[in-house]
Nanobody
Framework: QVQLVESGGGLVQAGGSLRLSCAAS????????MGWFRQAPGKEREFVAA????????YYVDSVKDRFTISRDNAKNTVYLPMNSLKPEDTAVYYC???????????????WGQGTQVTVSS
């Protein structure tokens, strides 16, 4: 069992930055690949970024490449998502999730956090 708690969301102007964090409980954090997803009002949940168990492999949706950087600290059971050059279309609830399976699809993730709101004003 893994419990995930996101933090770091908020309101920011376009072009600004935020850093999301996701703290995991349990001793098996390093056994899971971790992902970030987002869901805007009226839209389906969207893959944003993922990182392998060791941190050696990174995955991004095209729309956030070169702006967002996923990382993890297995000693602190935490995954991070610094977000730069934010755009109004980045507005969504952001969720972190843990998986032992494929990282690009939401249904492969067994554990989810409660989400943190990111709002980017124009």
């Amino acid at each position: 069992q893994v419990q995930l708690v996101e933090s770091g969301g908020g309101l920011v102007q376009a072009g600004g930055s935020l850093r999301l964090s996701c703290a995991a409980s349990g001793r098996t954090f390093s056994s899971y690949a971790m992902g970030w997803f987002r869901q805007a009002p009226g839209k389906e949940r969207e893959f944003v970024a993922a990182i392998s168990r060791s941190g050696g492999s990174l995955y991004y949706v095209d729309s956030v490449k070169d702006r967002f950087t996923i990382s993890r600290d297995n000693a602190k059971n935490t995954v991070y998502l610094p977000m730069n050059s934010l755009k109004p279309e980045d507005t969504a609830v952001y969720y972190c999730a843990a998986t032992t399976k494929r990282v690009l699809v939401a249904y492969e993730y067994a554990y989810w956090g409660q989400g943190t709101q990111v709002t980017v004003s124009s």
